[in-house]
């Protein structure tokens, strides 16, 4: 019988949360230099050069496929038809290709969701960026990988030399795409096979009903905690958590990696503190600004609720799924922090932050997200899929803001000769959530990207340009 590579729980929970306003993508920015000999980028060349590549992550030519009835989770299937000009296309920026036109473009292409029947990534080269640059705009569903997997598949169409490394040319054969009956088929025979209850006669059943109730146990408890934060937090909700629509804005902010070690060293000791701690005190002192700037009343007890993913999987581990072709899929936990933005002292900002996320480390408690849709293993897919959609609509409940920080290439990369300068992250919205905030370090370099409702955050550039003053104000370069 036909053994389907099913989506995990977690994978499929994304495609499920997936709504009109709420597109589950998430991706990057990167701008390029000129090539470094003087020639000019060949578009042509890189797209043969990515095709040629797709051997290492054939996950980039499988698509979604329900199963009949729902009897199961949804499987990848090798897509027949798989058309490379589709997912790669090309555009260009109206002279002179200021940051600016580039960051109206990408909000326009961030607004469109994937094609459910094709694989669910999108490649765009921007050519025309003012002097001379180019840039690729990537758009992968979340429900193929997390950050830390995009990082090495991203890897995977990127160089370590302006030279482009050797990949084996194989020849792609698509597998036989399997019938209906035949995923019905295997998903019964995997329900039937799962233990369900201490009648089933084996000690598997009652270490599963065991493990089951822990988990529920766990996950309720995480549930009710952040809801009760939430309740008690005294934040401005209604700037960030509104309804939203289909459109998005989208803004960058590039800053220096060694100002965030420099803050991280002259404020945190006793080894309290770490570099991710001093890049949520620059997203809250660039909130706290954000929010002077519109009217809003801050106190000293004001606080914004932050969501910040946390990826389990081990980098290595997942470097050698990728390097294998096989995408771990998605693997996350995650912490409340709140964001003290009516705190005047950058400095106390950050202590209270680093204080929150080392509590939060001892204690390894799951965010009610991510625990809410960890139930699945125990669901129908019916159930699974109003469990994802109901923890999109608590998401305004539970927090206010998402922040994602992952480590990116410390060193150089290189795409056809043309050295990538910044890598800025794109990170989706949830339900009621006004903007995402995704961080990623590269080169020296802190990148933040903000993706953003068009039509709530009008004002989305001015929240971004002030990252730069909240890391200045920590080092005390300069008031906020």
């Known amino acids: 019988m036909i053994v389907p590579d099913r989506l ?45 590549r797709l051997s290492l992550v054939p996950r980039y030519r499988q698509r979604v496929r329900e199963v009949p009835g729902r009897l199961g989770l949804p499987v990848w299937v090798d897509d027949p ?72 598949i991203g890897a995977l169409l990127l160089d370590r030399t302006p030279q482009p490394r050797e990949v084996p040319d194989e020849e792609w054969v698509p597998e036989r795409e399997p019938s209906g009956i035949e995923l019905a088929a295997s998903a019964v025979m995997e329900n039937l096979r799962r233990p369900r209850s201490a009648v089933d006669a084996a000690a598997r059943a009652v270490a599963d009903l065991r493990a089951a109730v822990t988990t529920v146990g766990r996950t309720m408890s995480g549930i009710a905690e952040a809801t009760r934060g939430a309740a008690q937090a005294a934040g401005p909700l209604d700037a960030l958590n509104r309804p939203i629509g289909e459109q998005r804005r989208y803004s960058m902010a590039r800053t220096s990696l060694a100002a965030h070690r ?14 991710n701690d001093v890049v949520l005190a620059v ?48 693997q996350i936990s995650a912490y409340f922090v709140d964001l ?56 305004s409940r539970l927090f206010n803001v998402l922040v994602t920080n992952v480590p990116g290439p410390p060193r150089p990369l290189y795409a056809m000769g043309a050295r990538l300068q910044d890598l800025f992250p794109v990170v989706p919205l949830a339900h009621g959530q006004a903007v995402g905030i995704g961080v990623t370090s590269y080169d020296g370099s802190v990148c933040y990207g903000l993706n953003a409702d068009r039509d709530t955050m009008p004002d989305v550039n001015v929240l971004a340009e002030a990252m730069n003053s909240a890391l200045a104000e920590l080092l005390d370069d300069q008031p906020l």
């Open 8 to 52: 995990s729980p977690l994978d499929a929970s994304f495609l499920y949360m997936e709504q009109p306003t709420t597109g589950m993508h998430v991706g990057g920015v990167m701008t390029f230099l000129p090539p470094e000999d003087g020639s000019v980028f060949d578009v042509d060349a890189f797209v043969r050069l990515v095709g040629s």
């Open 340 to 395: 003290p933005v009516g705190l005047d002292e950058p400095a106390a900002r950050l202590h209270r932050i680093a204080e929150q996320m080392q509590a939060q480390k001892r204690g390894a408690h799951d965010a009610a997200p991510t625990a809410l849709v960890g139930l699945a293993g125990l669901m129908s897919p019916q159930l699974h899929s109003m469990g994802a959609k109901l923890t999109s609509r608590l998401s």
């Open 262 to 275: 420099a803050a991280r060293k002259a404020h945190c000791a006793g080894g309290v503190g770490t570099v």
């Open 81 to 152: 038809d798989f058309d490379l000009s589709y997912h790669i296309r090309r555009s260009a920026l109206p002279a002179p290709g200021t940051d600016d036109a580039l960051r109206e473009l990408v909000g326009r292409l961030l607004s469109r969701r994937l094609d459910r029947d094709r694989p669910l990534w999108e490649l765009y080269v921007v050519e025309g960026v003012s002097g001379g640059r180019f840039a690729l705009v990537t758009k992968t569903h979340h429900a193929m990988v997390d950050g830390i997997a995009s990082m090495d």
């Open 283 to 330: 997203v809250c002192g660039a909130l706290r600004y954000w929010l002077m700037t519109r009217g809003e009343a801050l106190h000293p007890d004001t606080t914004i609720r932050a969501m910040v993913p946390v990826s389990v999987r081990r980098r290595r581990a997942a470097s050698d799924a990728a390097a294998e072709g096989k995408p771990g899929g998605n």
